[in-house]
């Protein structure tokens, strides 16, 4: 559990600091020598009671081999509502060039309309409150600013057709956001690819996933389970994580057939609505 007063950010950055120094068979002392930084300062920045600083960071990513990934996951979302799990992946999404996400049943969260996201979160056990709930909205949204810019991060979105057909808030909402995805395709902004039911088993099945490309550092994954999710950013993973990718896109609908099947099904939820 979180400690009360500790932004989720830092603690999934001390979590992640903690399970790298383990894997690395590094006791905190080890780690502090080896680094030039106190045991104490470590111990406080593993239990997200203290903000690293740059360059903590750089020495952490030095000593513990781990090619920048503390430095571009400098706590900068102290204030945002994210899950603790996602921390790392919404620091990572923002410096990427490129995103190629595949999303299994909901519409990705940089893709959400607000009326969309109200729906998702309505669905959250145990409920929020009011004001817990437009934070998390907020958050999202904001995450979603990337993409007014119009040529970067390049973004890819692989679709199962059941993130067309769940009627997230009902059909109204459904054809809203249908619609602005296929706005967003049509103008070029980002590219989308559906995964018709037709085409059975396929190789992304296990869930939603999300591949980071950057300008600087090598590429990285995330992946997505029930109330968990985990960066992977070990070369040879990431690699068969883009191969599971393109073997998906293989078969799935082209960019002008998958936005001619979004504005089909948007249809069918306005004429219901």
């Given at each position: 559990?979180?400690?009360?007063g500790?932004?989720?950010?830092?603690?999934?950055?001390?979590?992640?600091?903690?399970?790298?120094?383990?894997?690395?068979?590094?006791?905190?002392?080890?780690?502090?020598?080896?680094?030039?930084?106190?045991?104490?300062?470590?111990?406080?920045i593993?239990?997200?009671?203290?903000?690293?600083s740059?360059?903590?960071?750089?020495?952490?990513?030095?000593?513990?081999?781990?090619?920048?990934?503390?430095?571009?996951?400098?706590?900068?979302l102290?204030?945002?509502?994210?899950?603790?799990?996602?921390?790392?992946?919404?620091?990572l999404?923002?410096?990427?060039?490129?995103?190629?996400?595949?999303?299994?049943?909901?519409?990705?969260?940089?893709?959400?309309?607000?009326?969309?996201?109200?729906?998702?979160?309505?669905?959250?056990?145990?409920?929020?409150t009011?004001?817990a709930?437009?934070?998390?909205?907020?958050?999202?949204?904001?995450?979603a600013?990337?993409?007014?810019?119009p040529?970067?991060?390049v973004?890819?979105?692989?679709?199962d057709?059941?993130?067309?057909?769940r009627?997230?808030?009902?059909?109204?909402?459904?054809?809203?956001?249908l619609?602005?995805?296929?706005?967003?395709?049509?103008s070029?902004?980002?590219?989308?690819h559906?995964?018709?039911?037709?085409?059975?088993?396929?190789?992304l099945?296990e869930g939603?996933?999300?591949?980071?490309?950057?300008?600087?550092?090598?590429?990285?994954?995330?992946?997505?389970?029930?109330?968990?999710?985990?960066?992977?950013?070990d070369?040879?993973?990431?690699q068969q994580?883009?191969?599971?990718y393109?073997?998906a896109?293989?078969?799935?609908?082209?960019?002008?057939?998958s936005?001619?099947?979004?504005?089909?099904?948007?249809?069918?939820y306005e004429?219901?609505?």
């Amino acid at each position: 559990m979180l400690g009360e007063g500790i932004p989720e950010s830092r603690a999934a950055y001390g979590t992640e600091l903690r399970q790298r120094r383990e894997a690395a068979g590094l006791t905190q002392e080890a780690l502090s020598q080896r680094a030039i930084m106190s045991r104490t300062h470590i111990a406080h920045i593993e239990a997200g009671r203290r903000k690293p600083s740059l360059e903590d960071a750089r020495r952490l990513d030095q000593v513990l081999e781990t090619g920048g990934l503390f430095e571009r996951f400098l706590p900068t979302l102290d204030d945002r509502s994210l899950a603790n799990f996602f921390a790392l992946a919404a620091e990572l999404e923002q410096r990427a060039t490129m995103i190629r996400e595949y999303a299994s049943s909901l519409v990705p969260g940089l893709l959400q309309t607000e009326a969309y996201a109200r729906a998702v979160i309505r669905s959250y056990f145990p409920p929020r409150t009011g004001e817990a709930c437009d934070k998390i909205v907020v958050t999202r949204l904001e995450r979603a600013r990337m993409l007014n810019d119009p040529t970067t991060p390049v973004m890819w979105d692989l679709l199962d057709e059941a993130v067309l057909r769940r009627p997230i808030g009902g059909p109204a909402v459904m054809a809203e956001q249908l619609r602005y995805i296929a706005d967003l395709g049509e103008s070029e902004r980002i590219r989308v690819h559906v995964l018709p039911f037709s085409i059975g088993v396929h190789p992304l099945m296990e869930g939603p996933a999300m591949l980071m490309s950057f300008d600087d550092t090598p590429p990285v994954a995330y992946a997505e389970g029930l109330q968990t999710g985990h960066v992977i950013d070990d070369p040879s993973a990431v690699q068969q994580c883009h191969v599971h990718y393109e073997l998906a896109l293989s078969d799935a609908l082209s960019h002008p057939d998958s936005l001619a099947l979004l504005r089909a099904v948007a249809e069918e939820y306005e004429r219901v609505a």
